[in-house]
């Protein structure tokens, strides 16, 4: 799993709770990921950020939100707008020197479970 | 639009056996193709990626994957297979004309029996 760490490894949510999860990299890369893991699914993108205070929604960002104020941080809330959070998220970094030739490394996830 | 296609849910082989998951991709302009395995519970490793050159490109662990342009295909090999390979495989793709996003398979389940 690399210098990337994800905390906590399980997260429970009430309804209408928001959550945040946490992603933390020492590999300083610029680029970072969340995806969105459920079963018999490929990874679905929820956000990306390739620098520092700006980030890009992906395929699937509504009920979701981020921040990226320092580059080795770069938390995801799911708000109480996402109505199936139930899933494994798992965040990623990469570097951005050669943009799409770049591999992206992964932390151990968080599993988001409702209660 | 990309797309990346892992046909068989499941592969099943016999230790010491060759192994091998498919892996199909659709994509406009060059494709950069990667290969990663997730074992219960974790995050994804990364096992090679193929971005320009000899089409067979060696990685992790006796792992090996082999790029074929005409069949759009980037399929994963072993020689022979050990009982700790099993675990969960995902085929990735990115392209020079798709943004910063990489588009994962489904994946596929590989089980390898003593």
């Known amino acids: 799993d690399g210098g990337i760490t994800q905390s906590p490894k399980y997260l429970f949510r009430k309804e209408g709770q928001n959550v945040t999860l946490s992603c933390e990299q020492n590999?300083?890369?610029?680029?970072m990921y969340w995806y969105r893991q459920d079963p018999g699914q490929g990874l679905r993108l929820i956000y990306y950020s390739q620098i520092v205070n700006d980030f890009q929604k992906g395929d699937i960002a509504e009920g979701y939100s981020v921040s990226r104020e320092k580059k080795e941080s770069f938390p995801l809330t799911v708000t109480s707008a996402q109505k199936n959070p139930t899933a494994f998220y798992l965040c990623?970094?990469?570097?951005?020197?050669?943009?799409?030739?770049?591999?992206?490394?992964f932390g151990p996830g968080t599993r988001l479970l409702v209660l | 639009a990309q797309s990346v296609a892992q046909p068989e849910d499941q592969v099943n082989v016999a230790e010491g056996n060759p192994l091998t998951v498919k892996c199909t991709y659709s994509v406009s302009g060059n494709p950069y193709l990667f290969w990663y395995v997730q074992y219960p519970n974790r995050g994804l490793q990364f096992l090679l990626k193929?971005?320009?050159?000899?089409?067979l490109v060696k990685g992790s662990y006796g792992f090996e994957a082999e790029f074929n342009k005409s069949q759009t295909s980037f399929h994963l090999k072993k020689p022979s297979a050990l009982v700790s390979d099993s675990a969960l495989y995902f085929c990735?793709?990115?392209?020079?004309?798709?943004?910063?996003?990489?588009?994962f398979g489904a994946g596929t389940r590989l089980f390898v029996k003593a």
């Open positions: 990735a793709v990115r392209a020079d004309t798709g943004g910063f996003k990489t588009i």
């Open positions: 590999l300083n890369h610029d680029a």
């Open positions: 193929y971005i320009t050159g000899d089409n």
């Open positions: 990623a970094s990469s570097t951005a020197r050669r943009g799409m030739q770049e591999t992206q490394y």
